[in-house]
C-alpha cells in the first residue's frame, strides 16, 4: 500500500533557526513527489514537484530534496511567515490521478 | 491566469437545503478535483474527472454530487448534508500530460452544516 509518513508532526522554530523537515515515501512507482504550503482555513499552495532521486528545487528560503525513499525541505533562516502547515504529497504510477498525502509538519517560527 | 476559483468561500446550510459549490480553471487543465479536508488532516480525494469524465469516485455518498460541464468548470451538489460533513472543501486541477505538472488547488469553501 502506498504510504506518506512527514515528521516531524510540529516544529517550533525561532527566527533566523535553520531545519528540515522530513517525507518518507513508500511507493511501487513515483511519477511525482510534492510540497504544498497551507495556511489555516486556505487551500494548499504549491511550492515544489520532484521527480527523480538526487533531484533539488529552491524557492527563495526553501530549498527541496528527494531520495529513493524519502524527501526532505529545508528552510534557511526563517521568517514568522513561513510558520504554516508543510504537505508532502506523493503522485504513483499506475495511472490514477489519486495523491497520497502526509499528515503534514506544523512549523511555527517565533519572532 | 493561473488560479483555481472557488464559491462561495464560505457556506452555512441546513440539512434539509440544496446547495452547489462551483469551481472555475482557465489553465487548461484537463483534470479537475474535489477534495475534502477536516482540521488538522489532509485533503481526502472525494471525485476526479479527467476529460469531463468522472474517472475517480472515492465511495463518496450519494448527498454529494459532482457535475463537470465543461473543462474549465467543476461543480458539488449538496442535498440533505449531516453536520458531520462540515469541512474545508477544495476544488484543484491539474493539465494531466506532460512531465512537469502540478496540482494548482483553489482556495477552499468553508462549509458549515446546521
Not at chain 2, 464560505?10 to 479536508?37: D, F, P
Request: charged share 25%.
Amino acid at each position: 500500500e502506498d504510504q506518506v509518513t512527514q515528521s516531524p508532526e510540529a516544529l517550533r522554530l525561532q527566527e533566523g533557526e535553520s531545519s528540515s523537515l522530513n517525507c518518507s515515501y513508500t511507493v511501487s512507482g513515483l511519477r511525482g513527489l510534492f510540497w504544498y504550503r497551507q495556511d489555516p482555513g486556505k487551500g494548499p499552495e504549491f511550492l515544489f514537484t520532484l521527480y527523480s532521486a538526487g533531484e533539488e528545487k529552491e524557492k527563495e528560503r526553501l530549498k527541496a530534496t528527494l531520495t529513493k525513499k524519502e524527501s526532505f525541505l529545508h528552510i534557511t533562516a526563517p521568517k514568522p511567515e513561513d510558520s504554516a502547515t508543510y504537505l508532502c504529497a506523493v503522485h504513483p504510477q499506475g495511472g490514477s490521478e489519486k495523491l497520497v498525502f502526509g499528515k503534514g509538519t506544523k512549523l511555527t517560527v517565533n519572532p | 491566469d493561473t488560479e483555481v476559483t472557488q464559491t462561495p468561500k464560505h457556506l452555512v446550510m441546513g440539512m434539509t437545503n440544496k446547495k452547489s459549490l462551483k469551481c472555475e480553471q482557465h489553465m487548461g487543465h484537463r483534470a479537475m478535483y474535489w477534495y475534502k479536508q477536516k482540521a488538522k488532516k489532509p485533503p481526502e480525494l472525494m471525485f476526479v474527472y479527467s476529460y469531463e469524465k468522472l474517472s475517480i469516485n472515492e465511495s463518496v455518498p450519494s448527498r454529494f454530487s459532482p457535475e463537470c460541464p465543461n473543462s474549465s468548470l467543476l461543480n458539488l451538489h449538496l442535498h440533505a448534508l449531516q453536520p458531520e460533513d462540515s469541512a474545508l472543501y477544495l476544488c484543484a486541477s491539474s493539465p494531466l500530460q506532460g512531465r512537469y505538472y502540478g496540482y494548482t488547488f483553489g482556495s477552499g469553501t468553508r462549509l458549515t452544516v446546521v
